[in-house]
Every structure is written in C-alpha cells, then in structure tokens.
C-alpha cells in the first residue's frame, strides 16, 4: 500500500506556472504508474496527466496538453506536475493517484489517492 501527498498549490496568477509535487511513501514508486487529477467546485473530478512506472510514457487531458508536464523521480518516490501559462479554468484541487495498471491511472478508478491541493488562479 501507498501513502501519497501532494504539496505546491497556491494562489498564481493568470499565464503564471506552478510546480506540484506528490510524495509517496509505504512502498517503491516504481510500483506504480501515477497521475494527476482536479475537480472544481461543482464539477466531476477529472483526468490531467498520467506516466508509466519508468516515465518512458505520458498522457494528458485535452485541456492541459501543451502547457503541463508531468514527470517522477523514482529514487526519491516524487512524482510532479509543472504547470504553465495557466488560467481561471484550471482553478481546482488537484488530486495525486496511484495504481499498477497504467489504464487505470486514467480513470477516477485508480487506487490510491492524496488528499489534494488547492491550486487557484486569478484574472
């Protein structure tokens, strides 16, 4: 089992950037694929970034590629998320998850969650 938490957020401003990180713990990162997910206020929660267990392959949301990168550092079981030229859209929390199926990371049905961190842009 994993144990993930996420650090980083904050108030930025719009064409601002953000570096979050997700720390994990209770077993090697390279156990997992990881992702990144957000949910805004109302809203469902939905899918940002995603990486395999080596980084040797990435996946993003329609609304981030271009602008957000995602990238982990196995011996030190981080994984994160730079951010770039972000906007009001992308306010939200911003959930770090884990699962061995590297399809799962995708979807809300990944295994392991953090709690999140609020990232919040302003106009």
């Known amino acids: 089992q994993v144990q993930l938490v996420e650090s980083g957020g904050g108030l930025v401003q719009a064409g601002g950037s953000l570096r979050l990180s997700c720390a994990a713990s209770?077993?090697?990162?390279?156990?997992?694929?990881m992702g990144w997910f957000r949910q805004a206020a109302g809203k469902e929660r939905e899918f940002v970034a995603a990486i395999d267990w080596f980084g040797e392959a990435t996946f993003y949301g329609d609304s981030v590629k271009g602008r957000f990168t995602i990238s982990r550092d196995n011996a030190a079981n981080i994984v994160y998320l730079r951010m770039n030229v972000l906007n009001t859209e992308d306010t939200a929390v911003y959930y770090c998850?884990?699962?061995?199926?590297?399809?799962?990371?995708?979807?809300?049905?990944?295994?392991?969650w953090g709690q999140g961190t609020q990232v919040t842009v302003s106009s």
């Open positions: 209770g077993s090697a990162l390279s156990n997992y694929a």
């Open positions: 998850a884990a699962d061995s199926n590297v399809k799962l990371i995708r979807t809300v049905l990944a295994r392991y």
